[in-house]
């Protein structure tokens, strides 16, 4: 599992690849932090390459998308795949989030 955090002007842009499972889960809450602090500024969660997540990639998401609204930021998911898409449904995170 690899996380890799760019910015683009307004946007911070997170791309995950591989499985988001719980052994990767601590990693890549580390990885994240940088989105947690982005004050002003649209979070970008690009699963293009994210082949998996479990309830603990669930909480690391949910995690973000909490610090994002104490910044008055905006975090959009792109990208994710059927399997992925279907997770979020199940759990109803398909309403938390802006997902194109």
């Known amino acids: 599992m690899t996380t890799q955090i760019t910015t683009n002007g307004n946007q ?3 791309a ?3 499985r988001l499972d719980t052994a990767a889960a601590v990693q890549t809450a580390e990885d994240v932090k940088p989105l947690l602090d982005a004050t002003d500024k649209e979070i970008i969660l690009d699963c293009t390459a994210l082949d998996y997540i479990s309830s603990s990639g669930l909480r690391i998401f949910l995690s973000i998308r909490k ?3 104490a910044h008055n ?3 959009i998911v ?3 795949n059927d399997d992925i898409r279907q997770v979020f449904v199940m ?3 398909i309403s938390l989030f802006e997902i194109i």
């Open 67 to 69: 610090g994002a609204a």
């Open 12 to 14: 911070m842009i997170a």
């Open 78 to 80: 792109k990208n994710i």
């Open 16 to 18: 995950f690849a591989g």
């Open 91 to 93: 759990t109803g995170f």
């Open 73 to 75: 930021s905006k975090v």
